[in-house]
């Protein structure tokens, strides 16, 4: 089965500090992997897709398909990167573009 | 905004009455997806469409159906709406529908009391 797991629902972290938001995917292929936030009061948008495998916000995520993982990362976190981050897996047939998400972790950086 | 909007933002029902929500878009993409978010489950896919008069199941599609009989207008409907189906609904788009970046829209929150 096709799954996200996000195993952290709230990571606090003071400013300045490094960040990392967990993220596991079960998926038998080759995936499509995107991390998605929503800041308060505005719409969820895309933070950044691993095919493009560029640095958004300073936050890189890297896939590492012996640990299925995707973790999202930033080394040092900024009072504005509060937010809900959500992992996806782009699934089934990949021309239709339907994403399954994980349950999200709210990030919350402390001044 | 990619041109989306829902309708209406937010709305009160009580259970057992139908709703409908609309989502609208103005650059007539083919691809258009219905989701629910609810705390602990992230978001979840209802229904999408991939044309006019084209659309399947997601992965909880029990008790939603949903309609496109324009490009640019995917409507989804509660025929009888349970307490369950509170929460907050996102319609998006995908423009090319491959491992291409998803559009939202600003969400509709939905109380069924």
């Known amino acids: 089965a096709q799954r996200v797991t996000q195993p952290e629902k709230l990571l606090s972290v003071f400013k300045g500090a490094p960040v990392e938001l967990k993220c596991n995917y079960s998926y038998s292929g080759s995936p499509e992997l995107f991390w998605y936030v929503q800041y308060s009061r505005q719409r969820l948008q895309l933070l950044l897709r691993h095919i493009s495998r560029e640095s958004i916000k300073g936050f890189t995520a890297d896939l590492n398909k012996g640990e299925t993982s995707f973790h999202l990362k930033k080394p040092f976190a900024q009072e504005e990167d509060s937010a809900m981050y959500y992992c996806?897996?782009?699934?089934?047939?990949?021309?239709?573009?339907?994403?399954?998400f994980g349950q999200g972790t709210t990030l919350q950086v402390k001044p | 905004d990619a041109g989306i909007t829902q309708s209406p933002r937010h709305k009160v029902t009580e259970t057992g009455t139908p709703v409908t929500l609309r989502c609208h878009q103005t650059?007539?993409?083919?691809?258009m997806y219905w989701y629910r978010q609810d705390p602990g489950h992230g978001l979840r896919l209802i229904h999408y469409s991939y044309g006019v008069k084209d659309t399947d199941k997601g992965e909880v599609s029990d008790g939603y159906s949903v309609s496109r009989s324009k490009t640019e207008d995917f409507l989804l409907t509660l025929e009888s709406a349970t307490s369950s189906q509170t929460s907050v609904y996102f319609c998006a788009i995908n423009p090319q529908g491959r491992a291409d970046e998803q559009f939202f829209g600003p969400g509709t929150r939905l109380t069924v009391l």
């Open positions: 996806a897996l782009m699934g089934g047939s990949s021309n239709t573009g339907k994403l399954i």
């Open positions: 650059e007539n993409h083919r691809y």
